[in-house]
């Protein structure tokens, strides 16, 4: 008895110590999660008012309170959103991976890298991230688009064509992928459908400049400049300030030793803000 006395006490105390260290915990935890939560809207606020670098550093101040949250994988995202806004590709780049790898299924930063990718021309690395998508969600549209468009400039026409097609069923009026297809049967070896397709798809929609260029430059390739120089144009007539519309025009002028017409069309681009670059090279041609 005289044991069992002495002991009671004892519990009691350690029990009591244990819920106040608890209860400790539990604020502490409180207290952490309203902090994260806290930098989270804050650095949205930030956002909404376009102060993209203190935005930055509040929802880097979150992940530094909550390292192991699972939804730093869309603060990264965030992030990696903000630094492309401010030019700072290879750091968005670094952001989204970062974000991939706490949480590796998110589709939003699979893509947005996928599409880094692409604009920083690592089109291998694209391909990788495309089809990771696809794996998981196989009528991405966008995915499916762009994995066509590499596997065409990869020559894998066969793999392009299927990707092409799986989204023309998914959605038959993605202009995009018809031109895609057009585009691939033109280096497919399919020149008759391929002028076939442009043909009916400009008759569908005779206000859609896209499509007059397209067909333009298919014309130019089989010689058929008249109709090539009309149907660039037409496209130009229809979106005059389209400065790839323009410069297109001037290398088929320069193709066909017109002079006059390509500078008068290379002087406009420049006027519109095409690459210098861009248009000296051509120049350089006309001498």
Not at 92 to 103: D, F, I, K, P, R
Not at 194 to 215: F, G, K, S, T
Request: proline share 3%.
């Amino acid at each position: 008895m005289h044991v069992t006395i002495l002991y009671g006490p004892k519990k009691e105390g350690k029990m009591k110590k244990w819920i106040f260290i608890a209860s400790l915990w539990l604020v502490a935890v409180a207290a952490q999660a309203q902090s994260y939560k806290e930098y989270v809207r804050k650095a949205l606020d930030a956002m909404s008012m376009d102060s993209t670098e203190m935005a930055e550093k509040l929802f880097r101040d979150a992940m530094r309170v909550e390292p192991a949250q699972r939804s730093n994988a869309m603060i990264y995202y965030q992030i990696g959103r903000m630094q492309e806004h401010r030019g700072k590709l290879e750091k968005a780049l670094e952001s989204y991976t970062m974000g991939l790898n706490v949480a590796p299924h998110v589709l939003p930063l699979r893509m947005a890298r996928a599409k880094l990718y692409m604009q920083l021309g690592n089109k291998e690395k694209a391909l990788v991230d495309y089809s990771d998508v696809l794996d998981w969600k196989a009528d991405e549209q966008e995915a499916l688009f762009m994995r066509a468009y590499i596997y065409t400039e990869q020559r894998l026409y066969k793999k392009a064509r299927t990707d092409y097609e799986a989204l023309l069923k998914l959605n038959p009026a993605h202009e995009e992928a018809r031109i895609g297809l057009v585009l691939l049967n033109e280096k497919d070896n399919r020149p008759r459908e391929a002028m076939e397709q442009i043909n009916a798809m400009v008759a569908a929609a005779p206000d859609h400049a896209i499509l007059y260029a397209v067909r333009a430059g298919l014309e130019q390739t089989r010689k058929q400049y008249e109709a090539a120089e009309a149907d660039f144009t037409k496209a130009i007539s229809l979106e005059p300030k389209n400065i790839d519309y323009l410069l297109n025009r001037a290398a088929l002028y320069i193709e066909t030793k017109r002079k006059k017409e390509a500078r008068a069309d290379l002087d406009k681009a420049m006027e519109l803000g095409a690459n210098p670059e861009d248009v000296a090279s051509m120049r350089h041609e006309l001498r």
